[in-house]
């Protein structure tokens, strides 16, 4: 399969400062020894772009502990207490956006859209800084599109052609995050020889590097 | 009542609020409970924002599937019927009106039907997760909660925490009561006869319009 | 099975100057039969929604020959003379949308969404009367969502709840028409005890009515 | 040389542009007809924005399947590692810059870039298609069509029908020349030395950026 790589090789596609888009809920889904790795490197000031803030000692919250990152881009933190204290202590930057519009803003990255319009978040804090639209007396938040250099993918099923099936409810973020990213990187379960093509979550087109689970 | 039976009161209560073929989607902690109570002779189908419908009870420890978890990354099950979904699918689900009643917990509710439960500043910032979209997308919203928090009024004039989302609010249920958000206000249309009406008002700091409330039933 | 419905009822979902949004690619992955059972019908002054006109005898097309319709929204219409033919004579009205935009129109709909910004149509006749928002010095055109009275789609496989699982380039516009109507009526290839959870395109709660292709 | 001949050309020339692992969609017509020359020693996956990645050659007779069509509606068949997906996901790939190259036929184009193909008002209106979206997402956009159309010129100093988009096309390829557009205008690139560059430019209505043009090679 010419897109594995060894996780040896991880580290090569990082560096300080970028932004990486982690798929998985509450780390189900979430592509563990992919974030191992990102821990063993010394990569710096990322910036994270997830549902939510992981568990301690778990998925994002790994990167969390270690001080890899700068900003943090989730609709929730609670499960991780860590991350709201270095939120406190002005040690983590924290940007919370309500679930549906996180994905959507990560939808219209990967899909090619300047925007959208949602009620989402109307006469919150979400409101600040952002432009409200009025349409026949209805008031819209202007969401703007969200992109990354790299999405981090859990995937139970990889093709030989590095397609992608996900099961159960570790689908959640992963098969938008491998949209919008210049970078694909997929922590496969299974690697298998061909997936039904009517049952292809995420394309091949959107894959550039898989690594095999427990290998 | 013990804090359990505050619990299930209220669950049971909001239960009576469900339709054969609704779609739901209930919030972690005490609307959870909610899925314990739905009559039998309806079919309810629980929604969970992680990515699925047909949401199952919490299997037995040797049946536990940890790809299959709720949006608190509990382990749980799918029903007959139910199947998968993406976040993003599952938000057009939930903002697109899909979703008959979502029923949330909050830290404070008001009298336009405005609810404050994502953040307390300087103080707990766990974010808002789905609820803003659930709140503004889905066609009833319920709070579930305890009236008051130790005796500290929760259904106020004016939410003085930073607001979840403002006028969305449809019902709120209690241990003590039963009230509706109408255009002129909050309404009191059950009240719990264990309490008093003066007991109840004494515990609301929003004006409460109170015309002839039944007696909540909860078997 | 509770949502199936005998040929005979279409006929009472219908209504004089309804909105129907029909599946379908060049008339692959369209209902005939239900098309057949407005055609029976006497409705009149339909506005439909479909990525073309069908072709002569076919799909919409058998709508447009028979005088039923009032407006088509479309992004191509070549493949269908007549439907040509009888805008230019006006008694056609024919909205041409580009395709990307169509589909994400109704995909709003669907999804409570109220609008998205695009570039595709920037600079030509379908920016015509729509508003145009600036960001970042890049022009978007806003596109507005589409909702109808109906949804009419073809499954390959619908299960006894009503989830339905669509097969090769039949699937096209479907899945996303069947969440932007109040009721959605599906033509299924075949009725199949359950389909896999994973698999599902549309689940049941999109589906009012099941027909049974050919009986 | 004769139509089919002319055809042939200017399929194999764009074939040419195409390189491994390019996302390609080819327009129906003449751009249908690159597939037949894809380079051996490269793997291209061509798009369809029916739904599908992976569109193969048309089958035999006997293998027809009418499931599996092109944008035109004919039938055709999946490569291996191919997929099927719905129109939403087709049309995020496109406007999303997913596709490398897409490859259509034009009734105009003009020395900005500008293209116009989808309407000659009061004489033929097929529509848009996903045309629109595809020369606004495709990273790069070529026109492969015929020089003029029977004498009459198609690349203009500005098109006059009713435009696909402004300023996406990014190069054009006929039986006469290639030619790129740049910043400062059209730039002859290659020309087929059959025709001298006086009778290309009598057949080009823009203006040429001439500079030491290369000649076109198609094997």
């Known amino acids: ?215 | 009542m013990e804090k359990h039976e505050i619990r299930a009161f209220i669950a049971k209560r909001v239960s009576k609020e469900l339709h054969d073929g609704d779609v739901v989607n209930l919030g972690i902690g005490l609307p959870t409970l909610v899925a314990n109570y739905i009559p039998q002779d309806i079919e309810v189908y629980l929604q969970s924002e992680n990515g699925m419908i047909g949401l199952g009870p919490a299997p037995s420890e040797e049946n536990i599937d940890m790809d299959i978890t709720n949006a608190g990354g509990r382990p749980v099950t799918l029903e007959k019927g139910g199947m998968y979904f993406d976040s993003s699918t599952s938000f057009g689900i939930i903002r697109g009106g899909h979703v008959d009643v979502t029923v949330l917990g909050s830290l404070q509710v008001d009298e336009q039907g405005s609810l404050a439960n994502w953040i307390i500043p300087g103080k707990m910032v766990p974010g808002m997760g789905g609820a803003m979209d659930l709140v503004t997308g889905a066609k009833k919203v319920i709070i579930a909660m305890t009236h008051t928090n130790r005796g500290k009024a929760k259904i106020l004039k004016e939410c003085t925490l930073p607001l979840t989302a403002k006028n969305q609010v449809d019902l709120i249920i209690t241990e003590m009561a039963v009230m509706e958000v109408k255009e002129d206000g909050l309404h009191l249309i059950e009240y719990n006869n264990t309490f008093s009406i003066e007991e109840i008002i004494k515990a609301t700091e929003a004006n409460l319009i109170i015309n002839n409330p039944s007696v909540m039933k909860v078997k």
Chains 1, 3 share one sequence.
């Open chain 1, 1 to 215: 399969m010419k897109k594995k790589i060894d996780k040896s090789k991880i580290s090569e596609l990082l560096f300080d400062g970028m932004s990486i888009m982690v798929g998985g809920f509450m780390c189900i889904g979430t592509p563990e020894e992919i974030i191992d790795e990102i821990v063993k490197s010394d990569v710096k000031d990322i910036t994270i772009i997830c549902n939510d803030a992981g568990l301690p000692g778990q998925g994002v919250g790994k990167l969390i502990s270690n001080g890899q990152v700068k900003k943090l881009i989730a609709s929730h933190i609670g499960l991780n207490p860590e991350a709201g204290t270095l939120m406190s202590e002005g040690k983590l930057e924290v940007t919370l956006t309500p679930q549906g519009t996180l994905i959507e803003q990560i939808r219209a990255g990967g899909s090619g859209l300047g925007g959208f319009l949602t009620s989402t978040g109307l006469g919150t804090l979400v409101e600040d800084g952002k432009k409200i639209i009025t349409l026949n007396e209805s008031n819209y938040l202007l969401e703007l599109p969200i992109r990354a250099d790299l999405a981090i993918v859990y995937g139970t099923e990889v093709d030989h052609y590095g397609n992608v099936l996900y099961t159960k409810t570790t689908r959640n973020f992963n098969p938008v995050i491998a949209t919008a990213t210049d970078k694909v990187l997929v922590q496969a379960r299974h690697i298998v020889k061909e997936i039904n093509p009517d049952y292809i979550m995420t394309p091949h087109i959107f894959v550039d590097y898989v690594i095999e689970e427990g290998k």
